[in-house]
């Protein structure tokens, strides 16, 4: 089992940053951030293994989004700049053990509470 603590959520405007937080329970092979809007499904945002190599991002936040690991605290940020409404969603992050480079939400086996994003026009 691996417990996941989410924070770091809130409301900007457009152009603005925040950063969130996912601090796991126990190591697990990769930790992901996913999105979820109102009506839509559940979407990947990007990947950090816990063991080095760089991050995997979807195309809709690449540049603007950064995921970094801070090992000796068992914790993932997810770093977002340039903050449009379209990224207003709930926010998750995940962890799985396989080791391979998974986007899909199925291909993750726990899961933390979520915390909204809400960027302002």
């Known amino acids: 089992q691996v417990q996941l603590v989410e924070s770091g959520g809130g409301l900007v405007q457009t152009g603005g940053s925040l950063r969130l937080s996912c601090a796991a329970s126990?190591?697990?092979?990769?930790m992901g951030w996913f999105r979820q809007a109102p009506g839509k499904e559940r979407e990947f945002v990007g990947r950090?293994?816990?063991?080095?190599?760089?991050?995997t991002y979807a195309d809709s936040v690449k540049g603007r989004f950064t995921i970094s690991r801070d090992n000796a605290k068992n914790t993932v940020y997810l770093q977002m700049n340039s903050l449009k409404p379209e990224d207003t969603a709930i926010y998750y992050c995940?962890?799985?053990?396989?080791?391979?480079?998974?986007?899909?939400?199925?291909?993750?086996?726990?899961w933390g509470q979520g915390t909204q994003v809400t960027v302002s026009s």
């Open positions: 995940a962890a799985t053990n396989t080791g391979m480079v998974v986007t899909t939400a199925s291909q993750y086996d726990y």
């Open positions: 950090i293994a816990w063991s080095g190599g760089v991050a």
């Open positions: 126990r190591w697990p092979y990769a």
